[in-house]
């Protein structure tokens, strides 16, 4: 009798908790749903503003140009406002501004804040992260590369291969320096593709190719 008193118990805590977080998505109002759909909307675009010319500008004027400098002061102010008001979201709603409150792809945007956060930050939310890509409220690709960033910050090797540094190196034939990419140490490399697999990602050798990451 004890171990079926015990069952019930467990099974009633788990249906009740279970009903507290669909009560809980449900209590969000459609209007504030779409609030925060339309102010994650902006907070995408701002995220993405000077990172988009990133690349453009790195190619004309060079990694260490003034310009780069410039874009990236833009990007880190545009960031640290992002993130008081990204938080704020989460604080209030209690959890993550996922598929079930702001649809795809609004989903994105505060995982792109929160990865491009100070460590202490992507510390606090890397299991809400995780949690948001196993339950389908967040792409399970960017969970992934979320935890690996989250392991290349604290010099741990990374799980799913998704991170790579951009190194210098002397050209063996001009003498002269350029930039190149090279993949992060891996945890695992027999299972990283059958782990990239399971989160949706594409094969590793794929992913080098199309990231131009040496070998």
């Known amino acids: 009798m004890q171990l079926k008193k015990i069952i019930f118990l467990i099974i009633g805590f788990v249906l009740f908790h279970g009903c507290a977080e669909e009560k809980k998505d449900k209590s969000i109002s459609a209007a504030y749903k779409e609030q925060i759909k339309n102010e994650l909307d902006s907070i995408y675009k701002a995220d993405q503003k000077y990172r988009a010319m990133l690349q453009d500008t790195s190619d004309r004027y060079g990694w260490d140009s003034p310009q780069m400098k410039n874009l990236w002061e833009n990007q880190k102010k545009l960031d640290s406002v992002n993130l008081i008001k ?33 460590d202490s930050i992507q510390d606090q939310y890397l299991p809400m992260i995780i949690k948001a890509g196993k339950t389908g409220q967040l792409d399970e690709n960017l969970a992934a590369m979320y935890h690996d960033r ?66």
């Open 86 to 118: 990204v938080l704020q979201i989460i604080n209030n709603i209690n959890t993550y501004p996922g598929d079930s409150i702001v649809g795809y792809p609004t989903r994105k945007a505060a995982f792109f804040v929160l990865q491009h956060s100070p």
């Open 150 to 215: 989250y392991l290349l910050h604290r010099d741990l090797p990374q799980i799913y291969g998704s991170q790579y540094l951009i190194i210098t190196i002397k050209d063996s034939v001009t003498g002269k320096e350029k930039k190149v990419h090279e993949l992060y140490p891996i945890k695992d490399t027999a299972k990283v593709d059958s782990l990239r697999r399971s989160a949706g990602m594409i094969p590793l050798d794929e992913y080098k190719r199309l990231s131009k990451i040496k070998d």
